[in-house]
């Protein structure tokens, strides 16, 4: 076996026993004395190919498919446009904990840093019962539920899971007194309009969220810090500002049990 050269070492020993057991890479010779394992000149050129495609993420159980049909430059092609697919996806899922994980740093120290870690994420499309008016003050939102409950309590809605209990405020900036407040019920099936509610289909939408625990007064500095980190995280704002309100006081009267979720709609810059 002259003629046969030991593989350059490019793999380590155990890798290429390794590519051997799963049937990557055959060598061509193994000495029965010494177990050495030989491989042609010819074979470098497959290893190549192998630590490339490792190199470009690709698993040993795709590469060994990849190479059983290298030659066919259309299947190749297909394996290489649906990693970079998968890469794109995976690197925008690491800008964004990266981007967590600067706000994080700035933050430390912060009294309201633990409730105001921000994540950017989709509210699926909804199909929900909608009541919008203008009312007294931002404390009068009860009013919105109790028309809500009064007008659709003979229709039988069948709440959607999650439901996504919500209200929006249409308004821009802060108002004292007449503000526009949107509620929202996520449902299933479909129901005829009431005289103040309405039935209708909501669009998928970004929101830069933050999820509170405890009594709404600790909402503002939420609101502030939120709008703070789109501003300073290449997002501008995309739609008015809700809250889902995860536990509610119509749920549980403690106001230290409450959860709202606080969401900005958001685009990239």
């Avoid at 055959?26 to 290893?47: C, G, H």
């Avoid at 904990?97 to 870690?117: C, H, K, P, W, Y």
């Avoid at 007064?217 to 501008?236: C, F, H, K, R, S």
């Amino acid at each position: 076996m002259s003629s046969l050269k030991r593989v350059i070492r490019v793999v380590s020993i155990r890798m290429l026993r390794h590519y051997n057991e799963i049937g990557l890479l055959t060598p061509v010779y193994v000495d029965a004395f010494t177990a050495y394992r030989y491989y042609s000149a010819e074979q470098l050129a497959a290893i190549n190919r192998i630590q490339t495609l490792k190199e470009m993420g690709f698993s040993l159980a795709t590469i060994k498919e990849i190479i059983e049909t290298y030659n066919d430059t259309d299947s190749l092609r297909s394996y290489l446009k649906i990693q970079r697919s998968q890469m794109i996806q995976e690197a925008a899922v690491a800008e964004k904990r990266l981007l967590l994980l600067e706000n994080a740093l700035q933050r430390i120290g912060d009294d309201s840093f633990m409730s105001t870690v921000v994540t950017v994420k989709e509210i699926p499309q909804r199909y929900v019962a909608s009541l919008r008016k203008v009312i007294p003050t931002y404390s009068d939102e009860s009013m919105l539920w109790e028309l809500m409950g009064s007008e659709t309590g003979s229709l039988g809605m069948h709440l959607a899971n999650p439901c996504y209990s919500l209200a929006v405020f249409h308004d821009e900036g802060y108002k004292e007194t007449e503000v526009e407040v949107e509620i929202q019920l996520s449902v299933t099936g479909t129901y005829a309009d009431t005289e103040n509610v309405r039935f209708k289909e909501v669009s998928p939408i970004t929101v830069a969220s933050a999820v509170v625990n405890g009594s709404y007064d600790q909402l503002t500095p939420v609101y502030e810090a939120i709008a703070t980190w789109v501003t300073g995280n290449d997002y501008d704002f995309n739609g008015a500002m809700f809250c889902i309100y995860h536990v509610s006081p119509a749920q549980d009267p403690n106001p230290d049990n409450w959860v709202t979720e606080v969401c900005f709609p958001v685009i990239r810059k």
